[in-house]
């Protein structure tokens, strides 16, 4: 029973240091499909001037709005979300110059934390399941 | 294309408008619907309407009175909202269009915008007026009896119904009479083409050319496109008319219009002068009023 006990305990923190992990994972992975998204949706206007509805439709850009792919923010911090909420808000309101350097805009900025985003996932995603699992341990030792 | 009624020509040019104000238009009585010309709405100001040529405002309850009583108010988010729902949210990708002061909406309408103008368009939109596309089916037949192997000139005062008459023998021309027509459609009245489809029924024989100037615009199509007949609206100068001039010598015959308030200006005003000297055009329709009866003046 005991060692039935102290097993759960292990699986539990580890789950929770992998979950930790995991959450940098899904930020980096996020962030790069912001850029992508931009970068695409950015080059559809710039070379057919296609209207925003049909260049969203092209480049997945309405699947991605349909499926919640932005609405779902785990993994992201509130920088990153208001990157996005920057670059949509001025979505479509200027003239093509204007789309450009608003795009430009945030996929530097996007650059950037996807650059300190995949720094954080190498230094802490092995941390957070190690520590994980080494927790668990410790609180079974104290236990026992 | 399907004739749409009066009613529903307004109903369909309200789909920019802020949910509130499209509730009350959509509410106005039949009759006043049918009347409508212009919509008209400006920053911070009572919402105005257009009816038979005068104005009218709109109150909180829908109904309509030549003075403002508990006016709705447009306030100037609204008008914004209501902008970027003409552009469909794309404002880049109607910037030709806004340069030159207007958006050419879905179902034929055409929204006038004013603001601030800067090298890339307008800013600070401070009033648009959207004004309905009529289309009165059978309006040119009598001015297509009279045409002969040269070209018409439409005359009459703004507001009297010369693109409506030039639009209606576009549709007879190319649909019924099969003749191939070319359209120089410079600020999107005739034919009002929206992702390359014209909103309007111009005929299935039509090449509308857009986005261009007149004298290029005929050039262009005399040469690309083999008309038999060029239209296009508002003939406004002497250029115009040596293209024109030029245009008739390729064989082809020209329908346009031209600002004129009565029958002496036509042989006053330069360019309608000069039109009829040519001998480009056999013949001139004289409007006075929407929907009133036409002179047509042998030249």
């Given at each position: 029973?005991?060692?039935?006990?102290?097993?759960?305990?292990?699986?539990?923190?580890?789950?929770?240091?992998?979950?930790?992990a995991s959450r940098l994972y899904r930020r980096e992975r996020?962030?790069?499909?912001?850029?992508?998204?931009?970068?695409?949706?950015?080059?559809?206007?710039?070379?057919?001037?296609?209207?925003?509805?049909?260049?969203?439709?092209?480049?997945?850009?309405?699947?991605?709005?349909?499926?919640?792919?932005?609405?779902?923010?785990?993994?992201?911090?509130?920088?990153?979300?208001?990157?996005?909420?920057?670059?949509?808000?001025?979505?479509?309101?200027?003239?093509?110059?204007?789309?450009?350097?608003?795009?430009?805009?945030?996929?530097?900025?996007?650059?950037?934390?996807i650059n300190e985003a995949t720094e954080e996932k190498k230094k802490f995603s092995k941390l957070y399941?190690?520590?994980?699992?080494?927790?668990?341990?410790?609180?079974?030792?104290?236990?026992? | 294309?399907?004739?749409?009624?009066?009613?529903?020509?307004?109903?369909?040019?309200?789909?920019?408008?802020?949910?509130?104000?499209?509730?009350?238009?959509?509410?106005?009585?039949?009759?006043?619907?049918?009347?409508?010309?212009?919509?008209?709405?400006?920053?911070?100001?009572?919402?105005?309407?257009?009816?038979?040529?005068?104005?009218?405002?709109?109150?909180?309850?829908?109904?309509?009175?030549?003075?403002?009583?508990?006016?709705?108010?447009?306030?100037?988010?609204?008008?914004?909202?209501?902008?970027?729902?003409?552009?469909?949210?794309?404002?880049?990708?109607?910037?030709?269009?806004?340069?030159?002061?207007?958006?050419?909406?879905?179902?034929?309408?055409?929204?006038?915008?004013?603001?601030?103008?800067?090298?890339?368009?307008?800013?600070?939109?401070?009033?648009?007026?959207?004004?309905?596309?009529?289309?009165?089916?059978?309006?040119?037949?009598?001015?297509?009896?009279?045409?002969?192997?040269?070209?018409?000139?439409?005359?009459?005062?703004?507001?009297?119904?010369?693109?409506?008459?030039?639009?209606?023998?576009?549709?007879?021309?190319?649909?019924?009479?099969?003749?191939?027509?070319?359209?120089?459609?410079?600020?999107?009245?005739?034919?009002?083409?929206?992702?390359?489809?014209?909103?309007?029924?111009?005929?299935?024989?039509?090449?509308?050319?857009?986005?261009?100037?007149?004298?290029?615009?005929?050039?262009?199509?005399?040469?690309?496109?083999?008309?038999?007949?060029?239209?296009?609206?508002?003939?406004?100068?002497?250029?115009?008319?040596?293209?024109?001039?030029?245009?008739?010598?390729?064989?082809?015959?020209?329908?346009?219009?031209?600002?004129?308030?009565?029958?002496?200006?036509?042989?006053?005003?330069?360019?309608?002068?000069?039109?009829?000297?040519?001998?480009?055009?056999?013949?001139?329709?004289?409007?006075?009023?929407?929907?009133?009866?036409?002179?047509?003046?042998?030249?």
């Open positions: 029973m005991k060692i039935l006990g102290a097993l759960l305990l292990i699986a539990a923190t580890t789950t929770l240091g992998a979950r930790s996020k962030l790069r499909q912001m850029y992508k998204f931009i970068d695409s949706l950015c080059e559809e206007i710039r070379l057919t001037r296609a209207e925003l509805p049909d260049a969203l439709e092209r480049t997945g850009g309405s699947k991605m709005l349909s499926d919640g792919v932005w609405t779902d923010t785990y993994g992201l911090n509130v920088g990153d979300i208001r990157v996005l909420d920057s670059f949509l808000s001025a979505l479509g309101k200027t003239d093509i110059e204007g789309q450009i350097n608003n795009a430009r805009l945030h996929k530097s900025a996007l650059l950037e934390r399941l190690s520590l994980g699992f080494l927790c668990g341990m410790f609180a079974v030792v104290l236990i026992i | 294309m399907m004739e749409k009624s009066k009613n529903e020509r307004f109903l369909s040019a309200l789909y920019p408008l802020p949910q509130s104000v499209r509730g009350v238009l959509a509410g106005l009585r039949p009759e006043v619907q049918k009347s409508v010309q212009e919509i008209r709405l400006r920053a911070e100001k009572p919402l105005m309407l257009t009816v038979g040529g005068a104005p009218m405002w709109v109150n909180l309850q829908g109904g309509v009175s030549y003075m403002p009583q508990s006016p709705i108010i447009i306030t100037a988010k609204q008008l914004e909202d209501t902008f970027l729902n003409l552009c469909n949210h794309s404002v880049y990708s109607h910037t030709e269009e806004i340069k030159q002061g207007f958006i050419i909406m879905h179902g034929g309408h055409r929204a006038g915008i004013c603001g601030t103008s800067v090298p890339e368009g307008i800013r600070d939109v401070s009033s648009i007026n959207i004004r309905i596309a009529r289309e009165i089916t059978g309006c040119a037949d009598s001015l297509l009896g009279r045409m002969g192997d040269r070209g018409v000139l439409i005359a009459g005062p703004p507001g009297s119904g010369k693109t409506t008459i030039l639009r209606d023998a576009v549709r007879q021309l190319s649909g019924v009479r099969r003749q191939r027509v070319a359209v120089i459609d410079c600020r999107g009245e005739i034919a009002a083409v929206r992702l390359a489809v014209p909103q309007n029924d111009v005929g299935e024989n039509t090449d509308v050319i857009t986005g261009i100037g007149k004298r290029e615009g005929i050039e262009m199509a005399v040469r690309t496109m083999c008309p038999q007949i060029v239209a296009f609206d508002e003939i406004g100068s002497v250029a115009e008319v040596d293209e024109v001039i030029r245009s008739l010598h390729s064989g082809v015959r020209v329908i346009t219009t031209a600002h004129v308030g009565r029958e002496e200006e036509l042989y006053r005003r330069e360019v309608t002068a000069k039109l009829i000297d040519s001998g480009v055009i056999s013949c001139v329709a004289l409007l006075s009023t929407a929907g009133g009866e036409i002179k047509f003046i042998e030249v």
